[in-house]
């Protein structure tokens, strides 16, 4: 069993103690487990693909090298993610940030559409298909980055309540008021149709190269 495997089932704050501890190595399980929940953010902020990638490697190393301050007061989840929101709002200020239009969904040519229930798609439904997740992006991008981000955090993320008040520093009411606005401004027929968890699927294939990327950064820097 490798090094990784056999601390996989640890805590995340089992796992930052034995980094702290000199185990450097041991980072890569933080990465994966909280891989998704940065992406989704980073896409749900306005980001493309390529941007956001850059976003998390920026995050996880802001998160091993402040990973002594973690009081875990919060859950480091919790605490990473307020890491990447930072980040997103420092390179908008910096860059006058433009949404750009892209289509990462067609990376992976050979994919099965996002939202197909056939798996034999012939061409027009995959062209129909790539076409629909932009309107849902499209639609979402719409709504004020205030209430797109609360969205992102409980429909998307998966955090509750507690959790995305913590985050952004707001009151658990002002949570739930901005999720149903945030729903509100979003076409009905697009709510009605598609599953929030389906807007921004992360995809597994980038996960290595973000660990990847993160861990050689660190080791460099040791």
């Known amino acids: 069993m490798s090094e990784i495997k056999k ?17 450097i190595q041991l980072f890569e399980i933080l990465i994966r487990r909280n891989n998704p929940f940065l992406y989704k953010t980073g896409r749900s ?6 941007d956001v990638e850059d976003l998390m490697q920026e995050t996880f190393i802001n998160a091993y090298t402040s990973l002594s301050k973690f009081e875990n007061r919060s859950s480091f989840k919790t605490w990473i993610i307020r890491i990447m929101l930072n980040n997103c709002f420092q390179k908008r200020q910096k ?14 040519e050979t994919s099965t559409p996002m939202y197909s229930n056939n798996q034999h798609t012939d061409l027009n439904k995959t062209i129909i298909n790539r076409e629909l997740s932009h309107v849902i992006e499209n639609s979402l991008e719409k709504v004020p980055i205030d209430y797109r981000i609360v969205f992102s955090l409980r429909e998307i993320n998966g955090l509750n309540v507690s959790e995305t008040a913590e985050i952004l520093n707001i009151t658990e009411s ?12 979003l076409k009905k027929e697009i709510e009605k149709t598609y599953t929030a968890a389906d807007i921004f699927e992360f995809n597994l294939i980038y996960c290595d190269a973000i660990v990847k990327r993160v861990m050689d950064s660190i080791n460099q820097s040791k």
């Open 7 to 23: 601390f996989e089932q640890f805590s995340d704050i089992e796992v930052i103690q034995k980094i702290l501890a000199g185990e």
């Open 45 to 50: 902020y306005g980001y493309g693909h390529h």
């Open 95 to 108: 860059f006058s940030f433009r949404n750009e239009v892209t289509n990462d969904y067609a990376i992976n």
């Open 174 to 185: 002002n949570v739930k008021v901005r999720l149903n606005r945030a729903k509100s401004m």
